[in-house]
């Protein structure tokens, strides 16, 4: 994910209040939301949350998430980003090609190239629904 790093003093948005507004998310689109009412990127609030719910991973759960998901057919939904758009993709996905530092899926209909030496951070983030939790992994480069 691209880090929109919001510059300023992460102490503005105060912590209590970080954590309570998280706490009643009902529906993950309502994240984006209350970043820009406190005024804090994604990676400052999953920096400043707590381990209930953010904590950072080794940076090869990323491969290791992508592994599991083909073995297990298991379907997942993949959303990269940059500045100037955003590629989603909900389903299954099937052939993982890794070559040299590049995790490659290379599906009929979905194509994703992830350079592993360019991860600086991956986060586990947990965001409650009034379905239940939603846990994903945030992917961070420099």
């Keep these: 994910l691209p880090d ?29 939301g209350m970043l820009k009412t406190l005024k ?18 080794d940076n090869d ?12 057919e298991m379907p997942i939904m993949c959303f990269v980003g940059n ?3 955003i590629q989603i993709h909900s389903g299954p996905i099937k052939s993982i ?10 599906d009929e209909t979905f194509h ?7 991860i600086h951070e991956v986060w586990a ?3 409650p629904t009034k379905d239940g939790h939603v846990t994903s992994l945030e992917v961070y480069d420099v």
């Design 40 to 57: 804090l990127s994604r990676r400052q609030a999953v920096r400043m949350v707590g381990q209930d719910y953010a904590w950072l991973l």
């Design 125 to 127: 983030v947990r965001k």
């Design 4 to 32: 929109d790093e919001i510059h300023g003093d992460e102490a503005a948005a105060n912590l209590d209040d970080l954590r309570d507004r998280w706490s009643r998310l009902t529906d993950v689109h309502q994240f984006f």
């Design 83 to 85: 500045r100037g758009c």
């Design 61 to 72: 759960a990323v491969r290791a998430m992508f592994h599991h998901a083909v073995e297990g």
């Design 112 to 118: 994703l190239h992830l350079r592993t030496d360019h």
């Design 97 to 106: 090609k890794p070559m040299g530092p590049w995790i490659n899926v290379l």
